[in-house]
């Protein structure tokens, strides 16, 4: 009887779990860390959502299996969102799909039409799912960079014109993350023209919607003219509407690529709890204060952050969007590496951050920083950043003291 499993030896070893497992058991021993590492909202959904929830389930009839593509009504306001928010139709019916996260989503269209062997383009650094769950189905990746400069359709050029076999899907998520960069419209429709060209679906991850700061929204692919020709996208309503833990997600646009995904889910799940599903059109159709609440929240902590950190000695470029930042290490500690450094940010600062590491080999000399503490919070984050910095022979930026 093997204990070696295919799908288990392609994957390696966790790195973020590791920072993860080390804050676990400083919390367990009454230490108290400022977790800025995991991505997890600290603020409850609007009361008439979970109104909504408890409503639901009190209903005897709700406690069955529900629907592994979504309930009708939680189809049809998803495609509502889309139509006054980007201006995009959407069949309810056909091209929209009900995930449990976007995370799961993405993992079930992965499985739904990669085959050994093919070949995905998948930015680097990402969101780990980006890249690992087509190593799971069995696919090889190319990677390509997140950043949305010339050099990036360069590499697409160079991907398709040197790998065999060539490539069949890219993976794109702007607001990104870890990096936090995004994209404008005019990026979606040269990306669209090329993807009809080279004959390559792609996946648009569009998690971070609506977590958009200096007034400037994010763009979805889809609503550039025959992107569903293309595309589909994924969406969230973790950080939108504080639900992380409720797993709500879509994937909306092609019909044969939300017919595949439908299929494979028949066959995974029978669909989130029915009280959820309802929840989840009550917090789409009702009002929608907490969108932008929770926009001009993250948006003061970017700025709270940015600059506390700024003085503690450590520079970190403020993200235009998303609930994290991209922060290169102090240059003065670069030579630590990512995950050194988070270890020693968690046991000397008392402060959690996820290292770059663990998006890929090329955010190597980054830590992702979520903004998922309070204002007091993170500025007691830098106040033991700098002190740790200072322990360190680091008082300024880029300088150690006496240099």
Known sequence: MSEEFYRIKRLPPYVIAEVNAMRAAARAAGEDIIDLGMGNPDLPPPPHVIEKLCEVAMKPSSHGYSQSKGIPGLRKAQANYYARRFNVELDPETEVVVTMGSKEGLSSLANAITAPGDVVLAPNPSYPIHTFGFIIAGATIRSVPTTPDENYWRSLDRAMAFTVPRPSVLVVGYPSNPTAEVVDLAFYERLVAWAKENKVWVLSDLAYSELYFDGCPTPSILQVPGAKDVAVEFTSMSKTYSMAGWRMGFAVGNKTLISALTRVKSYLDYGAFTPIQAAACAAL???????????????????????????????????????????????????????????????????????GVGYGEDGEGYVRIAMVENEQRLRQAARNVKRYLTSMGVNAPGQAVGS
Do not use: C, T
């Open 285 to 355: 159709n009702g009002p929608q204060d907490i969108v932008q609440k929770n926009r001009e929240l993250y948006h003061k902590r970017r700025d709270v952050m940015v600059e506390a950190f700024g003085r503690a000695g450590w520079d970190i470029p403020p993200p235009r969007a998303s609930m994290f930042a991209w922060a290169p290490l102090p240059p003065a500690l670069k030579h630590m590496g990512s995950l050194e450094f988070s270890k020693q940010l968690l046991q000397h600062a008392k402060v959690a951050v996820a290292p």
